[in-house]
Each structure stands twice: as structure tokens, then as C-alpha cells.
């Protein structure tokens, strides 16, 4: 899962189909990858838009 999360962080357009499959055989179904894709993606949003505000900068 948390290779996954982290291609999804570097370029998520290189997510391929052999990505969610390896999450289906450590026991991960369709709902979870979901899960799993939807909240990685919005933290990466969320602290994209936080960076380009400044936010936390002194």
C-alpha cells in the first residue's frame, strides 16, 4: 500500500493496472483501493494548495 501511495505521490499517471493487483493479492479489495487512492490523492491536493498559499511560512 505504501508503494502505492508513494507512485501515486511521484506521478499517479504511472499507476497501472499491475498496481491494483498487487493490492488485490495482499488482500485489499476494489472499496479499499478506493479508499486507499481517494485519501493519498487528497492530502497530496491539500498540502499542494497549502504550499503554493505559503502556508506555515513564517
Known amino acids: 500500500m505504501l508503494d502505492y501511495v508513494a507512485q501515486i505521490t511521484r506521478d499517479a499517471t504511472r499507476i497501472t493496472p499491475t ?3 498487487e ?10 483501493i478506493l479508499q486507499i487512492t ?18 506555515g511560512r513564517g
Not at 23 to 32: C, E, I, K, S, T
Not at 38 to 55: K, P, T
Open 23 to 32: 493490492l488485490r493479492r495482499v488482500g485489499f479489495d476494489d472499496r479499499a
Open 38 to 55: 481517494l485519501i493519498a490523492s487528497w492530502f497530496n491536493y491539500i498540502n499542494r494548495v497549502a504550499d503554493a498559499l505559503g502556508v
Open 19 to 21: 498496481h491494483h493487483q
